[in-house]
């Protein structure tokens, strides 16, 4: 069974940056989109950033121009970089990695705060 292990979060203030990480064991991320959610209490899960396999990337537009999301495929890890974070950005953030052979993992999360 894959299990993928977020790590990073923290405590920030506002304007202050964090970086994720999504790492897995064997070579499995190299061959998934990768994807960050996000859920803030009381808060429907959303999609903050992917990276597909080919490397192409998409973001949520609140997050646009603050957050990059990169892969290392020699390290097997997943990056989220979260520059300019504001208050709204506190949430457990946890990554999934899926691709066509049936895969569907997900970490447990990481927490993120951002006090104002």
């Known amino acids: 069974q894959v299990q993928l292990v977020e790590s990073g979060g923290g405590l920030v203030q506002a304007g202050g940056s964090l970086s994720l990480s999504c790492a897995a064991s064997g070579s499995i991320l190299r061959i998934s989109d990768i994807t960050w959610y996000r859920q803030a209490p009381g808060k429907w899960r959303e999609l903050v950033a992917k990276?597909?396999?080919?490397?192409?990337?998409n973001y949520a537009d609140s997050v646009k121009g603050r957050f990059t999301i990169s892969r290392d495929n020699a390290k097997n890890t997943v990056y989220l970089q979260m520059n300019s974070l504001k208050p709204e950005d506190t949430a457990v953030y946890t990554c999934?990695?899926?691709?066509?052979?049936?895969?569907?993992?997900w970490g447990q999360g990481t927490q993120v705060t951002v006090s104002s």
């Open positions: 990276i597909t396999i080919g490397s192409i990337t």
């Open positions: 999934n990695a899926r691709n066509p052979m049936g895969l569907d993992a």
